[in-house]
Nanobody, 117 residues
Framework: QVQLVESGGGLVQAGGSLRLSCATSGSILSFNYMGWYRQAPGHQRELVATLTRGGSINYTDSVKGRFTISRDNAKNTLYLQMNSLKPEDTAVYYC???????????WGQGTQVTVSS
């Protein structure tokens, strides 16, 4: 059973930084791609950033230049470094991955990020 476990959320003041982590139960290279999504109250879940197995990266426009997605293959962990945080970044952040073999998508349980003004 594949599991994705996020950590690193919390409360931070505007302009501050947080680093989210997503630990995978198996090899991180068994995923075709992985990404971070977020969902704010009253809003739909939206894509934040993706990282393919081959290393291609995409960001939603609102986080470009502030957020960085990366992975540590040895630790089987996906990261999201978030700098210059804004109140509008407040949301539950979810880790997502698509299995290379089955194409099934997996989700973590989410971690709360709250940015105060």
């Amino acid at each position: 059973q594949v599991q994705l476990v996020e950590s690193g959320g919390g409360l931070v003041q505007a302009g501050g930084s947080l680093r989210l982590s997503c630990a995978t139960s198996g090899s991180i290279l068994s995923f075709n791609y992985m990404g971070w999504y977020r969902q704010a109250p009253g809003h739909q879940r939206e894509l934040v950033a993706t990282l393919t197995r081959g290393g291609s990266i995409n960001y939603t426009d609102s986080v470009k230049g502030r957020f960085t997605i990366s992975r540590d293959n040895a630790k089987n962990t996906l990261y999201l470094q978030m700098n210059s945080l804004k109140p509008e970044d407040t949301a539950v952040y979810y880790c997502n991955g698509q299995s290379l073999l089955s194409s099934r998508e997996y989700w973590g349980q989410g971690t709360q990020v709250t940015v105060s003004s």
